[in-house]
């Protein structure tokens, strides 16, 4: 893989600071670019300060620009002083209920903000390997149509052919998205555009629920790393609908970051993959629940709101046939357990930094 020089997008983020780590451990020149606008969407709790901090004292060949992806004319400066061998597109506006406060921002961050940097690659680094983190909510509700039974603690596929899960020949049109998942199938069909029609080496990664402990968990995104948080900081954790049985897969960002390398080792043009944690990685709100209590001996508080999100999933597991199929040599290397534990012992470790 000829990699030597990498740029990340939303390089404070969960999956842009795995990226960075574990690219620079291999001895890559890093470029990230964050402008810390988690915080814009968020407030306090969504800060990402605290991780480019952490990437600063960690990392050996990482500079940091605070840039924002809806600047064309400074990603063009930036282009212009670096060729890079690798773009790993990880900024944006994550979540699904935010959008809808801010439909013009989320547009602006996801869709133009993608198409300015898949243009800026176009025109100074066309033989660089690009990915997009895209997301399962670029087929909108059209998952929930897949008939479902119900367990004690979960919603279950109905019927064997569904047992792995969901696939890439999931429609992505005619189904309700929200804002969000708009903005991002835009990008998303963009990403795969510039593949296709120009030959490019895009990737395109839809994720499921990407997590680990360098998630600035808030409400609104990072289900995982907020419930733990409400856990350990206590607080309230508000199930919305769907009896708590909606099931999630969870992948580890490192298992994410694996993929990008794969791919990136062996590059296709334009080709969309579905990433998540897969089967063995799927759990349900009440199952989440109920494994927090018992990893982390603290009893978690939280209330049950009648009314689902709007057009929330009700039971998504990715479907890993696919990139499986294309790259071998990946597979899924941290279970649900070891994921739990890192954001509880990395949550535990912040508190008492803060109490210290
Ligand atoms: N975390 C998930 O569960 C999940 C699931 C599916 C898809 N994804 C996608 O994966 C990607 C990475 O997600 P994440 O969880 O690491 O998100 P994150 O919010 O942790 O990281 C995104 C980073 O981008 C930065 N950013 C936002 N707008 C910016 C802008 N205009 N200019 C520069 N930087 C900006 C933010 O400050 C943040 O640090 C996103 O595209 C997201 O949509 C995430």
């Known amino acids: ?207 499921g629920c990407l997590t680990g402990p360098s998630h600035s968990g808030v409400e609104l995104h990072g289900f995982l790393s907020y419930l733990v948080k409400v856990a350990i900081l206590g607080g309230t954790y508000s199930v919305f609908g769907y009896k708590g049985k909606q099931v999630r897969d969870n992948i580890h960002s490192h298992d994410v970051v694996r993929a990008i390398e794969e791919f990136a080792a062996n590059p296709r043009c334009g080709e969309a993959y579905n990433l998540g944690g897969g089967r063995a990685n799927s759990i349900s709100m009440l199952e989440a629940i109920a494994k927090i209590e018992q990893l982390s001996g603290k009893k978690l508080n939280w209330k049950y709101v009648e009314e689902n999100r709007k057009g929330d999933h009700i039971c998504y597991i990715s479907d890993l046939t696919k990139f499986k199929s294309h790259y071998p040599k990946w597979g899924i290397t941290i279970g649900l357990d070891e994921i739990f534990r890192q954001i509880i012992a990395d949550h535990t470790k912040r508190l008492q930094s803060a109490g210290a």
């Not at 992806?69 to 209920?97: G, K, M, N, W, Y």
């Not at 479902?148 to 429609?171: F, K, V």
């Open 1 to 207: 893989m000829n990699t030597e020089k990498i740029l990340v997008t939303g390089s404070s983020g969960l999956i842009g600071s795995e990226a960075v780590e574990y690219f620079d451990r291999k001895g890559c020149e890093i470029h990230g670019i964050d402008n810390n606008m988690r915080l814009v969407f968020f407030g306090t709790p969504g800060d990402t300060t605290w991780n480019l901090e952490r990437l600063r004292r960690s990392t050996k060949k990482f500079t940091h620009h605070n840039l924002d992806v809806r600047d064309r004319l400074a990603l063009e400066t930036l282009f212009r002083s670096h060729r890079f061998d690798l773009i790993v597109h990880c900024a944006a506006q994550p979540s699904h209920d935010k959008a809808r406060d801010i439909p013009i921002l989320d547009f602006e961050v996801n869709a133009l903000g993608t198409v300015n940097l898949l243009e800026a690659t176009r025109l100074h680094s066309p033989e660089a390997v690009f990915i997009f983190l895209s997301t399962n909510k670029v087929y909108g509700d059209a998952p929930n149509e897949v008939p479902l039974e119900e367990l004690e603690t979960r919603w279950e596929y109905a019927r064997p052919e569904d047992y792995n899960g969901i696939t890439e020949n999931c429609r992505i049109d005619r189904t309700l998205h929200s804002l969000f998942g708009a903005s991002k199938a835009s990008a998303d069909l963009m990403a795969q555009e510039y593949g296709r029609y120009f030959g490019m080496k895009i990737g395109v990664f839809r994720g």
